[in-house]
């Protein structure tokens, strides 16, 4: 797996292979080890940051070029 530098410094493992599509550019699942135990978030496929945010409905936002994933299901109650 890729590594990337966290934004504390850690060293995080991006599986290109674990995706989630995006409006712009998929999104990469990253985790904080190498056997993929612990995931940590996305890096965004556009723009290649970490900076994303995820709400509990499962949407990913990246803050820099708002590449966006829509939930997977969605209530209408939610809006």
């Keep these: 797996m890729e590594t ?17 599509r995006g409006s712009r550019a998929p999104f990469f699942v990253v985790y904080t080890d ?8 996305f890096l965004c496929g556009n723009c290649e940051t970490l900076d994303n945010a995820v709400d509990p409905m499962g ?12 939930a997977e299901e969605w209530d209408a109650a939610h809006e």
């Design 59 to 70: 949407r990913i936002r990246c803050n820099t070029c708002s590449n966006l994933h829509r």
């Design 34 to 41: 190498p056997d993929r135990e612990t995931r940590w978030g």
């Design 4 to 20: 990337v530098t966290g934004p504390a410094g850690e060293t995080l493992y991006v599986a290109r292979n674990e995706t989630r």
